[in-house]
């Protein structure tokens, strides 16, 4: 082969961006840096110090795999079987939710709540729907003082869960339970914070939804009855008796049931300082409520 037609780290990522440009990805380069990086295992930030260097037919074959299937309509994150959250890296697999942005808020503002507490007191946080357990071992990670417990409906989840709290060591503060909401909860059990992203999807938005998330993401993530708020409403019902008098509830949904979540909030009579947060493409996301006293 001549030198003009040798494959290097550059003219793979030229390719592979063009390549998956005319797929439909909305982010081939990236998505190609990542590929790549993970075939060589090397950063993707060293990939442009390594520009000229000749790939060998071994690395070329692994990334053309990965290439194939990205290609084939698979998200990213279910190729590489990684995903980046809270500049973290977490393990998922194709039964947990791939983590989103927008998640992080509830990360943060739980981490806000927690610093206003002496810092030597323990603090007991319980993750509803943990997933891949983004939220539970991020917060348990940033927040040493903080126990964890983390439930799960799927069985399957919690075992990606638990790889997350072991590949970031903080298995020993987060306990994980499976069951449908508070059901793997214990009567009695009681919480400084209860923050929660539930399935809040509604069947009717199906159509306007991207179609490989539909292929490829858990549907008992997504989606829920009631145009979405059939879980959020059973949180807000029943998270009350399971917070300390003061505690906090955090919840994820959808923009579109904002008002509705809020005015449930309201309804149940259990919570005060009831406010809405925004994303950062300013739409409504999230729920706070303090247990009312
Ligand atoms: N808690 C996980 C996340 O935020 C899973 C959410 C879900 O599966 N609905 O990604």
């Known amino acids: 082969m001549s030198t003009a037609e040798t494959w290097t780290i550059g003219r793979l990522l030229n390719w592979t961006t063009e390549y998956l440009e005319s797929k439909g990805s909305e982010e081939a380069r990236l998505e190609a840096q990542l ?8 950063p993707k930030i060293q990939l442009y110090a390594r520009f000229e260097e000749v790939v060998d037919d071994g690395k070329r074959a692994k990334f053309r795999e990965l290439v194939k299937q990205r ?3 698979k998200p990213v994150a279910y190729v590489l079987g990684t995903s980046e959250f809270y500049s973290m890296e977490f393990v998922v697999t194709p039964d947990v939710l791939i983590p989103r942005p927008e998640t992080e808020h509830l990360v943060i503002e739980t981490l806000d709540l927690l610093k206003g507490r002496s810092t030597n007191e323990p603090v007991s946080i319980l993750d509803i729907g943990t997933g891949s357990g983004i939220i539970a071992v991020t917060i348990a990670k940033q927040a040493p003082k903080a126990s964890v417990l983390a439930t799960d409906i799927s069985e399957k989840a919690l075992a990606v869960a638990k790889q997350n709290a072991e590949k970031h060591s903080v298995s020993e503060r987060i306990e994980f339970a499976a069951g449908d909401l508070f059901d793997a909860v214990s009567s009695g059990s009681q919480f400084d914070v209860i923050v ?14 991207d179609a490989h998330v539909i292929e490829h993401e858990p549907h008992v993530a997504l989606f829920a009855e009631e145009e979405g708020i059939a879980v959020l409403r059973r949180i807000l019902e029943q998270a009350a008796g399971y917070l300390k008098s003061g505690g906090w509830l955090l919840l994820e949904f959808s923009p579109m049931v904002a008002k509705r979540v809020a005015k449930i909030a309201e309804e149940t009579g259990f919570y005060e300082r009831i406010s809405i947060g925004k994303d950062l493409a300013k739409l409504d996301r999230y729920l706070i409520a303090k247990k009312a006293a």
């Not at 590929?35 to 090397?42: I, S, T, V, Y």
């Not at 929660?196 to 939804?209: F, K, V």
């Open 35 to 42: 590929m790549l990086g993970h075939a060589l295992e090397c």
């Open 196 to 209: 929660s992203n539930p399935p809040y999807i509604a069947q009717s938005e199906r159509t306007l939804m």
């Open 71 to 73: 290609a084939a309509g």
